[in-house]
């Protein structure tokens, strides 16, 4: 398949191909442009999770063994007791969720999305199916479980802590927006920012770059990407909301076909914006990574 076939085929809005530090491919699709911004889904999720990595930095968050009800006690006796952050970051609460979106009766379709306290109280009644840290099932709203948890230990928003301590930091050439909740509640730590795909694949350099800013600054700790990056015990192929590749490479992924794709091995970074008429399939997701590979082949040293 071509570049314009894939274009074509996957409803293609930007496409950002980083080498070495330097744009070596940059193409927009759909009427967009470099100026303009697009809703990266669950690629917040990875964005979510370095923000963790940025308050254990800060000494907001102790580590990620501790309990989510620690932080979020209104979930206390619920089947979240037992969960750490650490569990939640790996989508392995073990509590029961199910991500069909397809099935307007699952509960990525019914939990209260526009109402902080009402997916407290869909969440908190959920039950049990498997031990914490066990089975990998993936839960959106744990992710702004993540989110709330993280408001409660900074004391403050998540725009406004990724603005402090990455987006102005690392000069982004942007501006960005994070999805709320109802007036007054928190972002999503799920979905979504609104950003350029300039900013995506800055945001790829960022990670690559293990969370250090240009003049050396640590933002997270040292090891951080190293172990958002490294395989859980319910899914190899899944670490702190990251999605992980062979050879270390690794993927933020949102719905319709949002990426950044990180390998540090070759210096690449590649940012993806779309707009696909199916939120979510297996065939999708094989050429969106397939696209990945036959770039880094094309850009080998």
Not at 6 to 19: R, T
């Amino acid at each position: 398949m071509t570049a314009n076939e894939y274009f074509e085929k996957q409803s293609v809005a930007g496409l950002l191909v980083i080498k070495n530090g330097k744009i070596v491919y940059e193409r927009y699709g759909l009427g967009n442009t470099e100026s303009s911004v697009w809703g990266s889904y669950s690629v917040a999720k990875s964005v979510t999770s370095m923000l963790v990595g940025a308050a254990i930095r800060d000494g907001y968050i102790a580590s990620v063994d501790e309990k989510v009800t620690d932080y979020l006690p209104r979930l206390k006796g619920s089947s979240y007791d037992q969960s750490t952050i650490r569990d939640i970051l790996h989508m392995s609460s073990g509590v029961q969720w199910d991500e069909d979106y397809a099935d307007p009766e699952a509960d990525i379709n019914s939990t209260g999305w526009w109402s902080t306290l009402g997916s407290y109280e869909y969440l908190g009644n959920m039950p049990r199916d498997s031990l914490p840290g066990e089975v990998f099932n993936y839960n959106t709203a744990e992710t702004n479980l993540v989110g709330t948890l993280l408001r409660s230990a900074i004391g403050n928003n998540l725009a406004t802590y990724l603005t402090e301590k990455i987006w102005r930091p690392f000069g982004m050439e942007s501006g960005a927006n994070w999805l709320l909740t109802e007036p007054g509640g928190g972002e999503w730590g799920g979905c979504c920012i609104s950003a350029t795909l300039r900013d995506y694949g800055r945001l790829g350099l960022f990670a690559m770059n293990n969370g250090r800013l240009s003049n050396g600054t640590e933002v997270l700790p040292a090891d951080w990407m190293d172990e958002s990056t490294s395989p859980s015990k319910g899914n190899p192929g899944y670490g702190y909301l990251w999605w992980l590749h062979d050879d270390g490479d690794y993927s933020a992924r949102g719905i319709f076909g949002q990426g950044i794709y990180v390998n540090k091995a070759e210096n690449i970074v590649i940012a993806l914006h779309s707009a696909r008429p199916v939120a979510s399939n297996d065939s999708d997701r094989a050429l969106q990574h397939a696209l990945y590979a036959a770039l880094t082949d094309a850009l080998k040293n």
